[in-house]
C-alpha cells in the first residue's frame, strides 16, 4: 500500500467524491474507492470458450512448464512398459523382434524365416471380434429404461436407426480405425477410443488412439480415478490453423527441430522413413487434469492452493513453442458437483496387475521367439545337410568353380593322389525329428492360449444334441469369451459416450436416409429413457456357436408349438446365419385388423386372421357367422366347413365372451379394468386394486341372484340343432382341434419315418463310400509304397554299377601307373 503524507486532502474541496468512500487505514493512510469496483469480476466468456485467451500469459507459461515436467514424469515411469509394448509390435517384424537381425543372419547364410505364431492369434482375433462388434446390419441396439410404451418403443427405433446409419455412414473413420485397434489389441494388449465434437469436420469423431500416443499417471487404476492422461497429438500445420479460425485454439509461432515424444517402432515395422517433425506437423499434448487459475470460476490470488479444491481441466499444450494454447472446462455446464468428463474409452485384451493390459506378447511371446528359434534351426539344419561345406587343404587342389552334370567326371588338377584327402566335408546332420517334435508342442501351446486352433465340432457326432454342440464350443474358446465380455463393455461405454454428444451437439430435429426411406432423429431422443448397448451378444463370441443356439431354439419351439413362438424362433435363426432383408424371406404374422362380419367372413376363407373387438356389435357379427356356417353354398359346405369351422368356432367364442363383459359391465353400473391383449402370448394380467376387486364381486353376484341365466343370443336360438348351443360348440371344437393335432402327428410321425428311413439310407451309401475311398486310399499308398521301394532299388543299382566302374577305373588306372612305373624303372636299370 502506498504511503499517503499528513494533512494532505486528495480532493480539492476536501471531500470524496460522490459514489467513493474513504475508510481509515492505521494512523495515516486511508483507502479511497467503490464499494461495487472493490470486487473484481472475473472475465466473462461462455462455458464452452477457449479460457486461454483470458487467463494471464505470464500463468500460462508457468502452467505449461509445470505441465510439461509432470508428462515427462509420467513418460518416465512407463518407460518399462514402452519397451515391452515396442517389442509387442516388432513380433510383425520381418526379423520377428529378435536381437539378431536379418542382414546379420543373411550374411551368413542363415535362414531369416519368423514363425507367424503370434501374428496369426491377432490376425485370427481381428477377424473374428469384427464381424460381432461390426455386424452387416450396424452395430448398435437399443433398449428401453423402464416401463415401455408405443411412444418410448418408436423413440429408441429412431435412435437405433440413426446411430447405425452414423457409425455407418456418416462416421467413416469408425470401421477403418476398428479394424486397426482390434489387430493392435491382442499385440500389446491395450488402446483407447476418443470420442468429441470436431469443429472442422462439424460432426463427432471416434478416433484410435495408440497406446503410445495415451499417458497415465503413475499408479493410476482407471480412467475416472486417474490423477492426469495426456493424448499425444500430431496435427498437420494447415488443420491447426483451421481450429484457430474456429477459436479453439491459439496461434503459436513456427519452431522447427521438434522432438516427437512417440518412437518410431511404428515406422520401422511398416518399412517407411522416420517421423521427421517440421513444420507443417504440429505435436500437441492434450492433458486432462485437475488445476487452478487465478481469476477462473472463482479462484483468486489471495486463495491458499493447498487447501483449495481444484477443477478439472482439457490443457492443451504445442510442444514447439511450449505454449499454452487451449484451456477448457472439462464438466457438464449444469453438474453442480464438477465431476470430470471422460472422452475416451479403454479396450483391453487381458486384464493386468496396473492400468495397461496384457497382450498375446505378454503371455506367449516367449512361445513366439522359441517357435521361430526352432524354425529356423530346422531350415538351416535342412539347408546344411543339402548344401554340405566343409574345409580344403590350400594349394592341393587348384581351379575355381566347376559345373558337373550328371554321369560326367570332372578332370582335376591336384597335387595328391586322393582327392579325399584334400577336402574334408562337415558332418551335418539332418534336421532332427525331435526338434520338429518340440516345434509343433510349442506352437499347440500358443494356439491353445490364444484360441486360435481349430475346434473339434466338425469330429462331434453330427446326430448329438445341439446342447452338446454348443457346450463344445465353449470349452474350446474360454479364453475369447472373457475377451469379447470386455470389448462388448467397453463398446457399450463409447455408445453412450457418442450418444451423449448427439444430445448436445444435433439440431433439434435432423433428417436422414435408411433403406427404407427418409428418417428422423430428434437431439431430446437422446435421454434417460433409451440404453444404447452393441449388438454383439457378451454370450456369443462366434458365428458357430451363434448358429447352434438358434438352432437349439428352433428345434425346442418346434416340439412344443403352444409354449414358443415360432415367428421368432425362425427368425432368430436367419438372423443367426446373418440373412440380408428377412422380412423378404420370412413372412411376418399380421395383425388382425377390426372388420365388419362380412369382411371376417371373407377374411376366414382367405386365411387371414380375424379378432373381435369390445366395442363391436356382438350379437349382429354371431349372427352373419353362424348364419355364414350354416349355408351349404358358403361355410356349410363340407369341404370349406372342415377348414375354417375350428377358427369361426374360436372367433364366435371371442364374442361370445366379450359380449358377456358387455352385458355384465352394464349389469354392474361401474367400469371394468382395461382388457389385455389375450392374443399376445406375452400378455399378462395386471393386479387389481382389492377394493375394486371387492366393489366387482359383490355387484356381480347380485346381478346374477337376479337374473341367474344370461339373457339369449336370438343367433344362438333360432336353430335347435347342435351347432345353436354354445356348449356343442365347443365340444364339436374341441373335437375338430383333436383330429386336427392327431392328423399332425400321424403326419410328423410319417415325416420322422421317412426322415429316419432317408437317414439310413444315406448312412449306408456314405459308409459304402467310405470303403471304397479307404480301399483306394490304400491300394494307392501300397503303389506308393512299391513305386518307392522300386525307386530306392533303382537308385541302390546305379550307385553300385557308378561305383563298380569306379573302381575299374581306379584299378585300371592304378595298373597303367604301375605299367609305366615299371617300365620307368625298366628304363633306368638299362
Not at 486463495?303 to 514447439?320: C, F, H, K, W
Not at 448358429?547 to 412344443?560: D, T, Y
Request: charged share 25%; proline share 5%.
Amino acid at each position: 500500500m502506498a504511503e499517503v503524507e499528513e494533512n494532505v486532502v486528495p480532493f480539492a474541496d476536501g471531500r470524496p467524491a460522490d459514489g467513493l468512500q474513504v475508510e481509515p487505514f492505521g494512523d495515516s493512510e486511508v483507502l479511497i474507492g467503490d464499494p461495487e469496483l472493490d470486487v473484481m469480476d472475473e472475465p466473462t466468456s461462455d462455458f464452452d470458450d477457449n479460457l486461454a485467451e483470458v487467463i494471464d500469459e505470464k500463468e500460462l507459461l508457468q502452467k505449461a512448464n509445470s505441465l510439461i515436467t509432470s508428462y515427462e514424469t509420467d513418460e518416465s515411469a512407463r518407460s518399462e512398459w514402452r519397451t515391452r509394448y515396442e517389442d509387442g509390435l516388432k513380433t510383425l517384424d520381418p526379423d520377428g523382434g529378435l536381437e539378431e537381425s536379418d542382414d546379420a543372419r543373411a550374411s551368413r547364410g542363415l535362414s531369416t524365416v519368423v514363425h507367424p505364431l503370434i501374428a496369426e492369434a491377432a490376425t485370427q482375433f481381428n477377424a473374428r471380434a469384427i464381424t460381432e462388434l461390426y455386424p452387416s446390419g450396424g452395430p448398435v441396439k437399443t433398449t428401453v429404461v423402464g416401463d415401455a410404451s408405443e411412444e418410448v418403443e418408436e423413440q429408441a427405433r429412431r435412435v437405433r436407426e440413426f446411430m447405425n446409419y452414423q457409425l455407418t455412414q456418416e462416421m467413416p473413420e469408425y470401421f477403418a480405425d476398428l479394424d486397426q485397434m482390434l489387430f493392435q489389441l491382442p499385440l500389446v494388449g491395450h488402446a483407447f477410443k476418443k470420442l468429441y465434437w470436431d469443429v472442422n469436420l462439424g460432426r463427432q469423431v471416434s478416433m484410435f488412439v495408440k497406446a503410445e500416443d495415451f499417458c497415465v499417471a503413475p499408479e493410476s487404476k482407471d480412467l475416472q480415478t486417474s490423477l492426469r492422461y495426456t493424448h499425444v497429438i500430431r496435427l498437420p500445420k494447415n488443420d491447426y490453423n483451421r481450429y484457430v479460425e474456429a477459436g479453439y485454439y491459439l496461434p503459436v509461432p513456427t519452431y522447427t527441430d521438434v522432438t516427437d515424444p512417440s518412437g518410431t517402432v511404428t515406422q520401422e515395422i511398416e518399412g517407411v522413413d522416420e517421423y521427421n517433425n517440421d513444420d507443417d506437423v504440429l505435436t500437441l499434448l492434450e492433458m486432462h487434469v485437475y488445476e487452478t487459475f487465478n481469476g477462473v470460476d472463482g479462484m483468486g490470488d489471495e486463495d491458499n492452493l493447498s487447501e483449495v479444491v481444484a477443477l478439472p481441466y482439457v490443457v492443451t499444450i504445442e510442444m514447439g513453442s511450449q505454449r499454452v494454447v487451449s484451456v477448457r472446462r472439462n464438466w457438464d455446464e449444469d453438474d453442480e458437483d464438477k465431476r470430470r468428463r471422460n472422452w475416451f474409452v479403454s479396450y483391453r485384451f487381458l486384464p493386468s496387475v496396473g492400468f495397461y493390459g496384457f497382450g498375446l506378447y505378454h503371455m506367449i511371446g516367449g512361445l513366439g521367439k522359441a517357435a521361430t528359434g526352432a524354425l529356423r534351426a530346422l531350415l538351416d539344419s535342412a539347408a546344411f545337410a543339402n548344401m554340405q561345406g566343409g574345409f580344403k587343404l590350400k594349394g592341393r587342389v587348384s581351379g575355381g568353380e566347376m559345373d558337373i552334370n550328371p554321369g560326367e567326371f570332372v578332370d582335376l588338377d591336384a597335387t595328391v593322389d586322393d582327392v579325399n584327402k584334400a577336402i574334408m566335408p562337415l558332418p551335418f546332420k539332418e534336421p532332427s525329428g525331435a526338434l520338429f517334435n518340440l516345434l509343433g508342442l510349442i506352437v499347440d501351446a500358443g494356439q491353445r492360449f490364444a484360441s486360435t486352433a481349430d475346434l473339434n465340432v466338425g469330429d462331434a457326432n453330427p446326430n448329438a444334441p445341439v446342447g452338446s454342440t454348443v457346450a463344445l464350443i465353449e470349452q474350446g474358446s474360454k479364453a475369447f469369451s472373457a475377451i469379447h465380455k470386455r470389448l462388448h463393455n467397453s463398446q457399450g461405454h463409447e455408445f453412450k459416450l457418442l450418444a451423449k454428444l448427439n444430445s448436445e451437439n444435433l439440431p433439434e430435429q435432423f433428417e436422414f436416409s435408411t433403406n427404407s426411406g427418409s428418417e428422423i432423429i430428434y437431439a431430446r431422443d437422446f435421454d434417460d429413457r433409451i440404453d444404447v448397448i452393441p449388438v454383439s451378444d457378451p454370450n456369443i463370441f462366434s458365428a458357430t456357436q451363434r448358429i447352434a443356439q438358434a438352432q437349439a431354439v428352433l428345434e425346442m419351439a418346434r416340439s412344443a408349438p403352444e409354449l414358443h413362438d415360432i415367428y421368432e424362433a425362425y427368425k432368430r435363426m436367419y438372423e443367426a446365419v446373418r440373412i440380408p432383408n428377412i422380412d423378404e424371406v420370412l413372412k411376418k404374422p399380421e395383425e388382425a385388423a377390426r372388420l365388419d362380419p362380412i369382411d371376417e367372413n371373407m377374411a376366414v376363407l382367405y386365411g387371414k386372421p380375424i379378432k373381435a373387438f369390445p366395442e363391436q356389435d356382438h350379437e349382429s357379427h354371431i349372427a352373419v357367422h353362424i348364419q355364414f356356417l350354416q349355408d351349404p353354398s358358403l361355410g356349410g359346405n363340407p369341404q370349406i366347413n372342415k377348414a375354417i369351422m375350428p377358427i369361426m368356432m374360436a372367433h364366435i367364442a371371442e364374442h361370445i365372451a366379450l359380449l358377456y363383459r358387455t352385458r355384465m359391465q352394464a349389469g354392474i353400473n361401474m367400469e371394468l379394468p382395461n382388457l389385455p391383449n389375450l392374443r399376445d402370448p406375452k400378455f399378462r394380467f395386471e393386479d387389481i386394486d382389492p377394493e375394486l376387486d371387492m366393489q366387482i364381486s359383490q355387484r356381480a353376484a347380485q346381478v346374477v341372484q337376479q337374473a341367474p341365466q344370461m339373457k339369449p343370443i336370438p343367433a344362438m336360438n333360432m336353430q335347435q340343432n347342435q351347432q345353436q348351443n354354445p356348449l356343442q360348440y365347443a365340444q364339436q371344437l374341441a373335437q375338430l382341434e383333436a383330429q386336427s393335432l392327431q392328423a399332425r402327428t400321424q403326419s410328423q410321425i410319417n415325416a420322422d419315418q421317412a426322415k429316419a428311413q432317408n437317414n439310413i439310407q444315406i448312412k449306408q451309401a456314405e459308409a459304402q463310400q467310405d470303403m471304397q475311398i479307404e480301399a483306394a486310399k490304400a491300394n494307392a499308398e501300397l503303389q506308393a509304397k512299391i513305386a518307392k521301394l522300386q525307386a530306392e532299388l533303382q537308385i541302390e543299382r546305379e550307385k553300385n554299377q557308378a561305383k563298380i566302374q569306379m573302381e575299374q577305373q581306379q584299378n585300371q588306372a592304378e595298373l597303367q601307373m604301375e605299367q609305366q612305373k615299371s617300365q620307368m624303372e625298366a628304363m633306368k636299370d638299362e
